[in-house]
């Protein structure tokens, strides 16, 4: 049984940069990929990045290489820095994990969300 934990969300102005962090805890026996996705209002869940045990980074387009992943094995974290945030990223971020997959699936272990509101 594997808990995944967020924290960094909150209120940032536009053009600002922000970390989120996510925590493994519990009953890990192996971890293929940890990401994040996130939820805008009216909107469906989407990819924002995953990385793998092997390094290999699976991340959307959308973002315009403003976002970074990274992930700490032996701490069982991983963070996505966000930078020049705007407006449009403002949502639900949600931390994921996979134990085989290279993307995070519904039957995957997922975090409660931290919510991320990008305003002026």
């Known amino acids: 049984q594997v808990q995944l934990v967020e924290s960094g969300g909150g209120l940032v102005q536009p053009g600002r940069s922000l970390r989120l962090s996510c925590v493994a805890s519990?009953?890990?026996?192996?971890?293929?990929?940890m990401g994040w996705y996130r939820q805008a209002p009216g909107k469906e869940r989407e990819l924002v990045a995953v990385?793998?045990?092997?390094?290999?980074?699976n991340s959307a387009t959308s973002m315009g290489g403003r976002f970074s992943i990274s992930r700490d094995k032996v701490k069982n974290t991983v963070s996505l820095q966000m930078n020049s945030l705007k407006t449009e990223d403002t949502a639900v971020y949600y931390c994921?994990?996979?134990?085989?997959?290279?993307?995070?699936?519904?039957?995957?272990?997922w975090g409660q969300g931290t919510l991320v509101t990008v305003s002026s």
């Open positions: 990385i793998t045990s092997g390094g290999t980074i």
């Open positions: 994921c994990l996979s134990e085989t997959g290279t993307l995070c699936h519904e039957e995957d272990v």
């Open positions: 519990g009953s890990i026996s192996s971890i293929n990929a």
